[in-house]
């Protein structure tokens, strides 16, 4: 099976830098998605990680260690349109599993 | 371009009715997939397609059946309508090279 983990909640403050978490253990590892979803819309692409290291991609970068099953997204100069949640998924054997997500609130 | 299109977008049920929830997109895709989002909670996969005439369970099929008789539609049905069926559906498609791209959603409401 699989098992994906990320925090349920972060807050952080307009204009800061903040990171979001997420363990992943699965077999026929095949890339890690980042996502995020507004509240009552459908999710939006952020960001693919297939091999290791950093991907760059504006404000957002995400990071991935397939050795220790671990990925990070970096959100920076954040805004309040921000305030989101941030969903993270693993692809294997043509499937995508989602984490719970992590809302994140920017505040003032 | 439409992309994923999700009909209907709301709809209440009474419990055993019966409904298919429709999913058509444009972009030639070979994957689809229907998922399930309760409030405050992520996404669950229900079923997921390779490919016409390719379906397969994803993580909670139990209540569900899908059918791919072609490339651009892949509708959900659900037999027996429960109370636990209470959701946002999604639908979303993908290429090997591309992410999943997402509809609109599906709010159902089983009472």
């Known amino acids: 099976g699989q098992n994906i983990d990320q925090p349920t909640e972060m807050t952080a403050t307009e204009g800061a830098i903040v990171q979001i978490n997420c363990t992943y253990q699965t077999s026929g590892f095949n890339g890690l998605f980042w996502y995020q979803q507004h509240a009552g819309e459908a999710p939006t692409f952020l960001s693919y990680n297939v091999l290791d290291g950093l991907e760059e991609k504006g404000r957002f970068s995400s990071f991935l260690s397939r050795s220790k099953g671990y990925s990070y997204l970096l959100l920076k100069e954040l805004q309040m349109k921000d305030s989101a949640s941030y969903l993270c998924?693993?692809?294997?054997?043509?499937?995508?599993?989602f984490g719970a997500g992590t809302r994140l609130a920017v505040h003032p | 371009n439409a992309g994923v299109t999700q009909t209907p977008k709301f709809r209440i049920l009474k419990i055993g009715q019966s409904m298919t929830l429709q999913c058509t997109q444009d972009m030639n895709h070979n994957y689809m997939y229907w998922y399930r989002q309760d409030p405050g909670m992520g996404l669950k996969l229900i079923y997921y397609?390779?490919?016409?005439?390719?379906?397969d369970k994803g993580e909670v099929p139990n209540g569900y059946n899908v059918s791919r008789s072609t490339t651009e539609d892949f509708p959900l049905r659900l037999e027996l309508a429960a109370p636990s069926q209470t959701s946002v559906y999604f639908c979303?498609?993908?290429?090997?090279?591309?992410?999943?791209?997402f509809g609109d959603g599906t709010r159902l409401s089983i009472l």
């Open positions: 397609s390779v490919g016409a005439g390719i379906t």
């Open positions: 998924a693993v692809r294997a054997y043509n499937k995508l599993i």
């Open positions: 979303a498609s993908s290429s090997v090279e591309e992410p999943q791209h």
